[in-house]
């Protein structure tokens, strides 16, 4: 029983690890603008800069629950595609963008949902070890170093299958996240649904690198952690 409470709660600890360093690039402006000055994305659109960081708070809004539509919202766009010389009141989002969008939204309501469960259920892990006078912080300490560092050599795994052809590995996570979406609504045109042109390729290369480097650093600070706590509590009984 105490080395289950011991991997349960470490496995809340990497729940929230993942979660949170999914949730914090996600929704951070500044790598936005970052990324649109870069790549010039304005520009190619054919959207004042302002009106495309609108476009895009209004979109992050609707992912986190705090917009319940991503219809009325507008913005002129004058370039040399399908899309161009639209006025203001039209749609910016078409059907199709609406549609993938909403599949993405109920994402990130359950990584919203399982981040709070794995939260409640570290906490009621902790309090059951005192109770149970486990030593929560030193069990805690050893399950989650082991598990981290095993999650760390698959991500590495990962990572390293995903650099080979990251075009490929996009298309099977979205087979295996959208397996509802026989229409393959993620499969969007450029110039016609804008939203490829906002976020290319690229992009989702950036944000998966941040991504990793958040859970290395997140990863990395507990083992240390944990490492040196175990030491000197080791330490402390050899004394």
């Not at 304005?42 to 895009?56: N, P, Q």
């Not at 705090?66 to 078409?94: C, K, M, W």
């Not at 990572?159 to 080979?164: L, M």
């Not at 990793?212 to 004394?239: E, P």
């Amino acid at each position: 029983m105490k080395w289950i409470m011991g991997y349960a709660a470490a496995l809340c600890v990497l729940v929230l690890i993942i979660s949170q360093s999914i949730i914090i690039p996600t929704f951070f402006t500044p790598f936005f603008r970052w990324h649109f000055n870069r790549a010039e994305v304005a520009a190619e659109i054919g959207i004042r800069d302002d009106d495309l960081m609108h476009v895009t708070h209004e979109l992050l809004a609707y992912m986190r629950g705090r917009r319940d539509s991503l219809h009325g919202i507008t913005a002129e766009v004058q370039g040399p595609h399908e899309r161009g010389n639209r006025i203001y009141g039209q749609n910016f989002f078409t059907d199709r963008e609406i549609t993938h969008m909403y599949d993405v939204r109920e994402l990130y309501d359950l990584l919203f949902m399982t981040r709070n469960i794995s939260l409640f259920s570290l906490i009621a892990l902790i309090f059951a070890m005192i109770y149970f006078r486990h030593k929560p912080l030193e069990l805690l300490s050893r399950c989650s170093r082991e598990v981290l560092v095993g999650f760390f050599i698959l991500m590495l795994a990962v990572a390293g299958i995903s650099a080979i052809d990251f075009s490929r590995a996009w298309d099977i996570f979205h087979y295996i996240f959208f397996f509802r979406d026989a229409d393959q609504t993620w499969r969007l045109t450029r110039f016609v649904d804008l939203m490829i042109n906002m976020f290319p390729l690229e992009f989702f290369i950036s944000i998966s690198i941040f991504i990793a480097a958040l859970i290395t650093i997140f990863s990395a600070l507990i083992c240390t952690f944990s490492s040196v706590y175990l030491y000197k509590h080791r330490g402390a009984r050899n004394d």
